[in-house]
């Protein structure tokens, strides 16, 4: 058995489905980029070049990937804090807000692990932000399938986080969009489609394709793609709409999938783990957040560990070697951001465990299991 790492794909299964990440969106005008950054990168364009104010002053979360912060380099870019729970500081934010010094400018409003934001919180932001014309980014990466919007003037997700698309972005708001970006070139598909395919091989079930002696030299072969890929991507600095594959492909994917199987599997591992005296991070206030007002259910994009009182490299190596590949969001490097709440304790100390829509009850127990054998060493 191997879980995590990234999305395999078989696409002679590919077929129109009728509850796609189109329909969705249905009620909004939409852009679909090649990556996140893009998105970001897009929508930051638009709003310099079309409503001016100071555009050049944002207001970004502490706990953020570089690649989001990178499309507003150059900028005059604060930090804001963060809760342990992920929620934003309120008190310190409304002051920022408050301050005059981002008036006109632009907020980064982030969800994280697909909780969203309180109430409350937000809608106090959205009326700072209107009375100060500042405009709203909301990055719904992690919270799309909770709740596709709250308060953002314009909203951005990366996709591929979630489905099995070679790459594949979405920016999307009530507002028009820019009749230009229409003619952005698309994105070659990226070569990732053939380590997914290559991953399907290695992950399948046919006992005559397992015997053959190089099978091991697939396995090499699309993590190096995989690995190759992301680092091309990190480099690139070209705004692409999406690739017609990727296009296509959406078109193919049940959402109500993505959102019941994730949300069943994060039942699942974190009761077993809590039986078990283990606790995923945010998991009581997660509970909890299942009957918030946004949302009827909690879709989370990943389940989180605290390894604190352990060591986290230690246990991720020993997942790996029971074929069980875990991400870290995020291993933050800035030392302006690492200086505020959290983000050193997070950053250090987390890591995300799979529970993505491949998975059902009886992977979430094997999960369970070979994490608490580490625990209990």
Known sequence: MELGSEFHIDLTNAMIRGNTIYHLLARYNTFYTDYGRSAIALVYEHLVQTTGGRRDRVLLPSYICESVVKPFEGKNVVFYDLKENFEIDEQGLYKLLESGDF??????????????????????????????????IEDTTHSIFTKERTIGDYCIASLRKWMPIPEGAVIYSMNQLPAEWQELEHA?????????????????????????????????????????????????????????????????????????????????????????????????????????????????????LCVKDKDRDRFRQYLEEQRIYCAVHWDIKSEEQRRHANVSD????????????????????????????????
């Open 103 to 136: 008036d006109g400018g632009v907020f980064f409003l982030m969800h994280y692990f697909g909780m969203v934001q309180p109430e409350e919180t937000l809608t106090q932001i959205q009326i700072l932000c209107k009375e100060r014309d500042i405009a709203i």
């Open 188 to 304: 070659k598909t990226s070569y990732k489609i053939n380590a997914m395919i290559l991953k399907q091989l290695f992950l399948g079930q046919a006992d005559s394709y397992r015997d053959l002696e190089n099978v091991a030299l697939v396995n090499e072969a699309y993590r190096n793609i995989f690995a190759g890929e992301e680092e091309r991507i990190g480099e690139s600095g070209e705004l692409y709409a999406i690739s017609f594959l990727s296009a296509f492909l959406l078109q193919c994917i049940d959402i109500s999938e993505i959102r019941d199987n994730r949300a069943a599997n994060y039942r699942h591992l974190g009761e077993e783990l809590s039986g078990n005296g283990i606790t995923l991070y945010n998991w009581e206030k997660n509970q909890r957040s299942t009957q918030a007002v946004w949302a009827d259910m909690l879709v989370p994009l990943t389940a989180l």
């Open 346 to 377: 997070w950053s250090e100390n987390l890591i995300s465990i799979p529970i993505d829509q491949r998975y059902g009850e009886a992977h979430m127990r094997y999960l369970a299991d070979i994490i608490t054998e580490f625990f209990n060493q």
